[in-house]
DNA sequence: CTGAAAGCGCTTACAG
DNA sequence: CTGAAAGCGCTTACAG
């Protein structure tokens, strides 16, 4: 006997203190519970059934120091993005963190800049991960070069430089050209196009399939249309201001918040929608739901894209042969906004 | 030597390892990176520069196991949040992290939704964490109850119903109630209050701040003019359009997301704020700047209060008395929308 | 000031 | 099928 009646419900055991009350070795708790190791079926029942009604619940870290493992993932978080992107990155984290648990894995938090990265280099240090999930890239990122460094298995949502890390993305080129193109067969030829950081390797294919798209139909793109790394209501107002007077058919912007706005300068100079100009976006969040007219917009599923991301990195932890690139789909989706 | 010249760079040293190359203890080498007990300066010397040059970094997993430490803590986050929100958990986190890693701590994630805790649930049975910090709590709170039952040091972002939970708040109550009476003594009457669920402890709070100004003043509240529970686009505009036709003056929406869909509405009816209605809310998040306009706010200091209930929630693990409620200050910031 | 040894709570060859 | 023992990489009384 080891605890008193009274404390027994709190007592926390260890398997130590099963196998004893069991009068069992300790190995043969452990495979009861893991399932690995020949063990006859009835002295398994008689430990399940054991350790369900004393409440017995393994050391988790302890087991990982066993296996030389930790059972955590690390997720980097950029910690300046903006309001916009926000259901993006908690999507992509609600997949993580569902696919992370069915494996019994937890995620670790880590907010970095592109100018400070020493949050996850602490991370790291203190090897508290097996493996890490980036959710956004950038042209030199300084987290992949951190994480090539260290010769950890990692995953990125969006894509980089590198061959062997994981990439996993929604097609963003393609889809920005699909949107292109349809707009271009309606007959639209101006159109603008109103992005953030050309730094983003998203901001760069996005642009890449708005060109594709002029290339495929023998449209020349006016180079003057486009507006990259903008950011701000003064820039954004004054670049639309710019494209009016160059007779922009319809203004792309390259996230709901640059398209906000976009929005609410061309609601300022009375310019109706979609009149006198039509006006498209990406990410169809809810910063631009209700919006009037409905807007056009792509869509992408962040969260599908951060299961995705993390099942093909635990998969790679296991020591599977996995494909280094992914690309998952996307929605057009039509509305007022451009008709 | 234990490795060859080639792969000295990459080797990741045990604390046995740099014990057995510097030939002293591994006791030694413990105690010259902790700083715990006596040690001559001149081996504590020997052992940082050995440790600095070989790039030893002391595994904390295994540092936490023979502690009975985890070195994490756990950040619960509802899953369900509007996009509103966002801005607020964001900071949160923001300040959690930044806090807990000055400490060495790390954040181990954990979506849970008023219906289901069981993400929790794992984590704690897992045992992967020292402590936890929730950022939303709701009457009959299922996390605190969980939290409660397994006995772990917790802080709460909001309030509760027990006493022993570190809490950690905004002056909700106290906000909304200077907010109605700068209103209010303004002389505008007929306040409409527009909030959310009212299950929420931050909800009940605002409303009684708005209730205590009338009742200071001596001024009878229009129970008609509350709504709470409000959530949508449709309902949100059958409020306002009601609110109107019962002689309101002011809408006081209790987040942004409200307020954007009152915006919304009274923009499509083409009611003029502030000339006809004025607005007032909550968060002075990026969902309302910019808006033309100006929106009278709140606004609380989301990023302390991640930090602040970390900070207590790190002293009590420690085993420090810390007081178990706190309440951090806010600030009115009138603007155009309620000259 | 320093070290040998026990311990944190598990897993896993190895032997029987 | 089962167990004794070594090991994961640290910390920390205890003794010297």
Redesign the interface.
């Known amino acids: 006997m080891i605890v008193s009646r009274e404390t027994e419900e709190?007592r926390i055991y260890t398997i130590d203190e099963v196998a004893r009350e069991l009068g069992v070795s300790k190995t043969t708790v452990s495979r009861a519970i893991s399932g690995k190791g020949r063990i006859s079926a009835e002295t398994r029942a008689r430990v399940k059934a054991f350790i369900e009604t004393h409440n017995y619940?393994?050391?988790?870290?302890?087991k990982?120091?066993a296996q030389s493992k930790?059972?955590?993932i690390g997720?980097v978080l950029p910690?300046d993005y903006?309001?916009s992107d926000?259901?993006f990155f908690?999507k992509c984290?609600?997949g993580i963190?569902e696919m992370a648990?069915s494996q019994?894995y937890?995620?670790?938090?880590?907010?970095v800049t592109e100018q400070d990265v020493s949050?996850l280099k602490?991370?790291l240090?203190?090897?508290?991960v097996d493996g890490v999930i980036s959710t956004r890239t950038t042209v030199n990122d300084p987290v992949i070069s951190l994480l090539r460094e260290e010769?950890l298995p990692f995953a990125v949502i969006g894509c980089c430089d590198a061959r062997e890390p994981i990439q996993v993305d929604s097609d963003h080129r393609e889809a920005c050209r699909e949107l292109t193109s349809i707009l271009l067969m309606k007959g639209i030829r101006r159109i603008g196009l109103v992005g953030g950081n050309s730094e983003h390797w998203v901001s760069k294919r996005r642009l890449q399939g708005y060109l594709d798209a002029h290339e495929e139909l023998g449209i020349p793109v006016a180079q003057e249309l486009v507006r990259m790394d903008q950011s701000g209501?003064l820039q954004v107002g004054k670049s639309v201001d710019e494209l009016l007077e160059l007779g922009v058919e319809c203004i792309v912007s390259m996230d709901d918040?640059l398209c906000r706005?976009v929005l609410?300068k061309l609601q300022?100079l009375h310019v109706s929608i979609p009149e006198q100009v039509k006006v498209a976006s990406f990410y169809n969040?809810?910063?631009l739901?209700?919006?009037?007219p409905p807007i056009t917009s792509l869509e992408f599923d962040a969260k599908e894209l951060g299961r995705t991301a993390c099942k093909l990195l635990l998969e790679r932890m296991a020591g599977q042969e996995v494909s280094n690139q992914l690309n998952l789909g996307y929605q057009v989706i039509l509305r007022e906004s451009t008709k």
């Open positions: 709190k619940r393994p050391n988790a870290v302890a990982g120091l930790t059972y955590n997720l910690s903006a309001v926000l259901p908690q984290m609600a963190c648990a019994d937890d995620v670790v938090l880590s907010l949050h602490r991370i240090n203190n090897r508290k010769g209501d918040a706005l609410l300022e969040s809810t910063l739901e209700q919006n009037l």
